[in-house]
Antibody, heavy 128, light 113 residues
């Protein structure tokens, strides 16, 4: 059973940088895509971006200028940093595994595809 | 960006009755090279992360009860719960993984009537 656990400060001041780490257990970080998704209190889900275990990334354009996602395969972790935060960045942040392959009669294809494993989420509040 | 629009926003259904949630995408999420719809459905209960129910628009995730089914193609999709159980009270989201940025519908809150 793959488990994901977010860690990091629950309170960040406006204009500062939000940093979170996701630790993956029960499976290797290799050969998969890994995403961050956030959910403001009482609202819907927003995909932030993903990283492949090799280090390639894809970011939501709405956050791209402030966002960095990195991976440390030796620690089975991936991380998020979001700079210049405002109250609008207050949300529960989830780290998530992207199902990264599907196989049919013709062979297998590499994703990313849908989100199959989620962390429990961590609430980050931006406030002075 | 592909905009995902769900209807209704909320739904109240009696126990044992059918619940139907619709999802419409602003452009097709059907990938012609493999004839697959890049559409998933998630269930989120209070205080929990979302859980995938359906992927490729109609494939049920392992362990998901068979009262949950997905249908549709192109831009119009439906999640059906054939016989509502008390434990199905949740918010349901559709999501496209056809192109980035991946996007979700606004959610449909399902309650017991």
């Amino acid at each position: 059973q793959v488990l994901l656990q977010e860690s990091g400060p629950g309170l960040v001041k406006p204009s500062e940088t939000l940093s979170l780490t996701c630790t993956v257990s029960g499976g290797s970080i290799s050969s998969y895509y890994w995403s961050w998704i956030r959910q403001p209190p009482g609202k819907g889900l927003e995909w932030i971006g993903y990283i492949y275990y090799s280090g390639s990334t894809n970011y939501n354009p709405s956050l791209k200028s402030r966002l960095t996602i990195s991976v440390d395969t030796s620690k089975n972790q991936f991380s998020l940093t979001l700079s210049s935060v405002t109250a609008a960045d207050t949300a529960v942040y989830y780290c998530v595994r992207d199902q990264s392959s599907y196989c049919s009669g013709g062979g297998c294809s590499v994703g990313p595809y849908y989100f199959d494993y989620w962390g429990q989420g961590t609430l980050v509040t931006v406030s002075s | 960006d592909i905009v995902m629009t769900q209807s209704p926003d909320s739904l109240a259904v009696s126990l044992g009755e059918r619940a139907t949630i619709n999802c419409k995408s602003s452009q097709s999420v059907l990938y012609s090279s493999n004839n697959k719809n890049y559409l998933a459905w998630y269930q989120q209960k209070p205080g929990q992360p979302p859980k995938v129910l359906i992927y490729w628009a109609s494939t049920r995730e392992f362990g998901v009860p068979d009262r949950f089914s997905g249908s549709g193609s192109g831009t119009d999709f439906t999640l059906t719960i054939s016989s509502l159980q008390a434990e199905d009270v949740a918010v349901y989201y559709c999501q496209q993984y056809y192109s980035t940025p991946y996007t979700f519908g606004q959610g449909t809150k399902l309650e017991i009537k």
